[in-house]
Nanobody
Framework: EVQLQASGGGLVQAGGSLRLSCVAS????????IGWFRQAAGKEREGVAS????????YYVDSVKGRFTISSDSARNTVYLQMNSLKPEDTAVYYC?????????????????WGQGTLVTVSS
């Protein structure tokens, strides 16, 4: 059974930083792809960033480029999302998702397994 455990959310002031973690189990980590998604209140879920472990390819949506960094630690089966220069519009529940295939973009239909969310609140 594939399980994803996201953590690291919290309350931070605008301009601050948070690091989210996603621990994956039940799949071959080095063959997988992991994506980070977020859903703000009253809005649709959107992809934020993704990483393909097979080729280390990463992708960021324009709204987070230069501020967020996705990385992985295969020894810990963990993917991180370092979020810097946070803005109030980054406030959302953040989810990680995984697929056993290569996924080069954080488009939700590419991902098969979803973790629970972690809430990020950025105050102005």
């Amino acid at each position: 059974e594939v399980q994803l455990q996201a953590s690291g959310g919290g309350l931070v002031q605008a301009g601050g930083s948070l690091r989210l973690s996603c621990v994956a189990s039940g799949l071959i980590f080095d063959d997988s792809s992991i994506g980070w998604f977020r859903q703000a209140a009253g809005k649709e879920r959107e992809g934020v960033a993704s990483i393909s472990m097979r080729d280390s390819r990463t992708y960021y949506v324009d709204s987070v480029k230069g501020r967020f960094t996705i990385s992985s630690d295969s020894a810990r089966n963990t993917v991180y999302l370092q979020m810097n220069s946070l803005k109030p519009e980054d406030t959302a529940v953040y989810y990680c998702a995984a697929t056993s295939d290569s996924a080069w973009y954080p488009w939700d239909y590419l991902f098969d397994y979803w973790g629970q969310g972690t809430l990020v609140t950025v105050s102005s």
